[in-house]
């Protein structure tokens, strides 16, 4: 990181110069992507994700992605889903991403809720607890990208499939909308778009990540809640979590499908 | 704990569902697909209980009931066709079923289904179709001559053909109808995530209330069809359907319950979720309809029915009474299966709640019309192939309707 | 009775299964015809659709993308606590206000309660749930009666959002020289 007042001082002089001092340093050597007229422009943002402009083939094959969701650290505030409706604008009622606000009393009953999936962010506390609280915390939900998806499985006409890099995708040119892999999700991350008239469900924003960038909830979460990186690399945070000695599990693991979704500090309450 | 407290706990308990579990996908419409496709494979049984295994008593129901499988096997995509987001696509299907699919196989399965039972249709009517041609004129000569296949030829050698390719149709005919509704059941009993659905017993217990739908259908149907026309019913016949009626509903129905035993028995967590969902939104139309009112009366009815001999009028009356609740029961039961396993969410912890509107597109009405759509199919077939015949030597020479 | 008949005994057969065969190959013909182009190429689906997916519009950018037009912004919100919060959160995605290097639209400031909403879906101490260590809390409106002001007052009255503790610290340097001339 530079110098704040250095910085400063260069943004005084200059700022047309200055812009284009970032983006010559940050698009230098790598591959111009084509956009689609209406995209955010993509010229003057930084790779999240370092080399993956250079990913060109029909797959990633440098890197194996992984998804990591710390609720230690969660504080409920819905940015992600604040994002993520920004970046999807899915009809209202629908949720790729959505937050759980877990309650435990000393009698050990589970209070959960999710108020328009976590949107709006937890404003009000919950007054139906008739015993002192033991525990309390939120679970950030998502697609599971299971190695052994039942959605894909189910699909009759091919168009949720599994990419080689381990993505689950849906055809929006090719969906049929019979709702058979909504019910086949174990973890009900899938729904009919009511716009599109399609199953559709999160993509850990694969569209962003082929651009260098991190999924647009891992992108706005202020507590590093959500985390997503290579496991190729050794020193990616997500690699440490999951190699090194950590609480770490899976959601509905007997449900066979071996989710890429992990979660640190799981509680067995949480389904 | 005091009562409000308990109340409050268990009330949080069971109140949370996944926000996208709050939406019901599958509608009154797939509730009617099952219970469409399993009549067809029902009044198939039928026909091939008189052509396949010659029980004679049956003889005079054995056209109708083809030409009653063929009115509703051409209704069975209309259910679909009206839930499918993008029924344009609904061919996709046919052009890249997913080997891993257990839904892909149905645009396969049912053309192959379709195609065999018109086949049969075709030839056990070619000699009526023969003479019906040479006394008809216009439109429906032509129709008659694409109907037997421009052969007029009734020559013992070509009517010992028929027979042969007869009984090989009505062969494979059975596997095939059982494939097709067992199969229905199986897009239901793979689906590991549900779990009020997910059991092995699942294609069984279609199967099996297909049949009874099917037999139950032709019963009501032929009752109030020969009433209704002023001819008489053949009790022979009625009283030998409704013992076959009696049989398959004790197989659909022990079946039934032996599934939810099995499930109370070995009480898994699965258990805990089924057992909030069946004495809970479903107690309704599971214990009071589906299992109390519409399949234990009618059960003691058709074993009185079947095993005390009765007067005719008794048993026309009360055999097309059971009959009637026979297919309430089926599709209770359809709407408990489809309906009752999507309201409960997967988080285990709660259950959405499902109403369907009259005028949606997906709601009752469309659901009426749904249903209309067969006895209106049947009533133009009727003018084709007629539904009735007194002997087999007879054939062609009885009038249409 | 033989010579009536116009056609052989098995006429019918063959013709129907004619019939079957050439709806068969017609089948199989019109299949391959309508197939989608790319299809089955890496497996049992479209392989363009990888491409469609790809071609999503990015509406969301990073905050290095909004701080890069925004230098004034850019050095407080980074000196500051809020440095790790997203600047899209609180004012809308890139995409509806930046087009092909073009400002297209000015995206909505936030005004008065919106600012406390937005403050308390992180800060409201009374939605437990939430690790002490990582962020701090505070209870409505007691924080307001500690700090001996006004309880309507907002937020961004004593905190600037960019640099939450900004002014509060300046504050503080003033009233310690205050204080100590006092």
Known sequence: MMDMDALQQEINRDRRAFIKKVLRGTIAGSLLLVIPAGAMDLAGVPEQIPGMRDETGPFITGKKFAFVVDITRCIGCGSCCVADRNEYQVPEGNYRTWVERYIIDDHDNVYVDSPNGGLDGYQEPRTDIPYPVRDTFFVPKLCNMCEKPSCVQVCPVGATFQTEDGFVLIDQKRCVACGYCVQACPYSVRFINPKTKTADKCTWCYHRVRKGLLPACVNVCPVQARKFGDLNDHESEVYKILHLPHVVSVLKPDMGNKPSLHYVGLRREVV | ?401 | MQPDYTSKYNAHLIRIIVVLVVLAVVGIVVRAMVLPESFGLYGHYRADAIQDEINRPIRNGTNASCLACHPYIRQMHLEGVHRTVSCEFCHGPVADHVRDGQVIALLPKKQGDEIRTLCLRCHNRIIRARPRESIKMISMPRHLEEKHVRTDHICNQCHNVHAPLMWVKQAREIVGIREDKS
């Not at chain 2, 396949?52 to 995509?77: D, E």
């Not at chain 2, 007869?166 to 109808?177: K, W």
Request: positive net charge; aromatic residues 14%; proline residues 5%.
């Open chain 2, 1 to 401: 704990m005091s009562p409000e407290h308990g109340a409050a706990v268990a009330e949080a308990l069971t109140r949370y569902i996944f926000p996208n579990d709050l939406h019901v996908h599958w509608s009154l419409m797939i509730v009617l697909y099952p219970y469409i496709t399993g009549i067809v494979a029902g009044a198939f049984i039928v026909s091939s209980l008189y052509h396949v295994f010659h029980i004679r008593a049956l003889k005079p129901i054995s056209r109708y009931s083809l030409i009653f499988a063929l009115a509703f096997l051409a209704c069975a995509t209309m259910p679909l066709l009206n839930h499918l987001g993008h029924p344009e696509r609904a061919l996709n299907m046919m052009l890249t079923p997913s080997p891993t699919s257990a839904m892909a196989g149905f645009g396969y399965i049912y053309s192959a289904y379709g195609i065999v039972l018109l086949m049969e249709i075709l030839f056990i009517y070619r000699p009526t179709l023969v003479a019906l041609k040479e006394k008809a004129g216009g439109f429906m000569r032509g129709l008659y001559t694409i109907l037997t296949m421009g052969s007029d030829n009734l020559s013992p050698r070509a009517l010992a053909l028929d027979r042969k390719v007869i009984a090989f149709l009505a062969g494979i005919g059975i596997p095939m109808a059982c494939t097709l509704h067992g199969y229905v059941g199986f897009i239901f009993g793979g689906v590991k995530a549900n779990p009020l659905w997910a059991t092995p017993l699942m294609p069984v217990i279609f199967l099996l209330s297909a049949c009874v739908s099917g037999i139950a259908g032709i019963i009501l149907s032929y009752v109030l069809i020969r009433k209704f026309t002023g001819k008489p019913v053949d009790m022979e016949c009625i009283r030998t359907c409704i013992k076959f009626l009696w049989g398959f509903f004790i197989l659909d129905f022990v079946f039934e319950m032996l599934e939810l035993f099995s499930h109370a028995y070995m009480a898994t967590h699965h258990w805990h979720t089924l057992r909030e969902l069946l004495w809970g939104p479903l107690f309704g139309s599971y214990w009071i309809a589906q299992v109390g009112i519409f399949s234990v009366i009618p059960f003691f009815m058709l074993g009185w029915l079947s095993l005390v001999r009765l007067r005719d009028t008794t048993v026309r009356f009360w055999g097309s009474v059971a009959s009637f609740m026979i297919l309430v029961q089926v599709l209770l039961m359809r709407w408990n299966v489809v309906i009752g396993g999507q309201l409960m969410s997967k988080s285990e912890r709660g259950a959405t709640y499902y109403h369907p509107g009259w005028f949606e597109k997906e709601g009752i009405i469309p659901s009426i019309i749904i249903m209309i759509m067969p006895l209106i199919i049947l009533y133009i077939l009727s003018r084709i192939f007629p539904l009735w015949q007194t002997d087999e030597a007879a054939a062609g020479e009885e009038t249409l309707g």
